[in-house]
């Protein structure tokens, strides 16, 4: 049996943590969600999986990225992702409360692929869970088609 890829959340809100996982269990992606709390944990899973020490399981397909945790925030994050290319994940992306432009800019500027808002409407969050899937190598047979209308509504960095 293939491997389910793996979607890291890096998020620190328990109320933000819940939601996402109601909004998994509604979806039923074939990836695997794996969460950490804050930017250091996030660091350390990805030096863990690099290395082999996760169970073969490799480095994950997705990094969805909160910006403000603490310990080491997002951007600390896509900074030292930067300086250690071979851990970066193949599709990065953020997922914040604000939308401001300035953060979208930077994260840009810092090479994530995505820049999701945060929704209050667990509908618009299983789809970006479903969007999540299709950055995933072999999706399987629960693979969702991007919703038509909705793919402009994710910026896209790159």
């Known amino acids: 049996m293939a491997k389910r890829p793996i979607v890291l959340v890096a998020e620190d809100d328990v109320t933000d943590v819940a939601f996402l996982q109601l909004a998994i269990a509604k979806a039923n992606p ?15 899973y990805l030096q863990r999986a690099a290395t082999g020490s996760l169970a073969g399981e490799g480095l994950p397909a997705v990094l969805l990225l909160d910006l ?9 994050v896509l900074e030292w992702l930067q300086r250690q290319p071979r851990l970066r994940p193949a599709t990065v992306a953020v997922f914040s409360s604000a939308g401001r432009w300035e953060e979208l800019h930077r994260a840009c500027l810092l090479g994530v692929n995505h820049y999701f808002v945060k929704p209050m409407d667990l509908a618009e969050l299983i789809g970006i869970v479903k969007q999540l899937e299709h950055y995933c190598p072999d999706q399987g047979p629960a693979a969702a088609e991007l919703e038509p209308g909705r793919e402009e509504l ?5």
């Open 30 to 44: 074939h990836p695997r969600f794996e969460f950490v709390n804050d930017g250091v944990e996030a660091l350390e």
């Open 154 to 158: 994710v910026p896209r960095c790159r």
């Open 68 to 76: 403000k945790m603490p310990r080491m925030n997002g951007f600390e």
